[in-house]
């Protein structure tokens, strides 16, 4: 069984810097990509920012020169440095990676997502 837990989220003035940060863990074969979603009531879930495994990213335009992700091969974390937060960022981050089991094939997992918060 494989899980993704994220950490990070919270409570933020507009202008200010969160990081989320998501770890995979259980019977791991390999990772693909690992990416950043995000989710507010009466919308579509969004993309945020993706991460391949060699490294490869690609943002949402509302992400790029404010956001980064990054990733730890070694520890199975992704991470998101989310910088000059603005109140439209507020949702509900997920987390999501394409991970191949020991048990079965390649699968799209989700965290159960971290809610972020900007206030002006």
């Known amino acids: 069984q494989v899980q993704l837990v994220e950490s990070g989220g919270g409570l933020v003035q507009a202008g200010g810097s969160l990081r989320l940060s998501c770890a995979a863990s259980?019977?791991?074969?390999?990772?693909?990509?690992m990416g950043w979603y995000r989710q507010t009531p009466g919308k579509q879930r969004e993309l945020v920012a993706i991460?391949?495994?060699?490294?490869?990213?690609n943002y949402a335009d509302f992400a790029k020169g404010r956001f980064t992700i990054s990733r730890d091969k070694a520890k199975n974390t992704v991470s998101l440095q989310m910088n000059s937060l603005k109140p439209e960022d507020t949702a509900v981050y997920y987390c999501?990676?394409?991970?191949?089991?020991?048990?079965?094939?390649?699968?799209?997992?989700w965290g159960q997502g971290t809610q972020v918060t900007v206030f002006s």
């Open positions: 999501s990676s394409t991970i191949v089991a020991t048990t079965r094939g390649a699968y799209d997992y």
């Open positions: 259980g019977s791991i074969f390999s990772i693909n990509a």
């Open positions: 991460i391949t495994s060699p490294g490869r990213t």
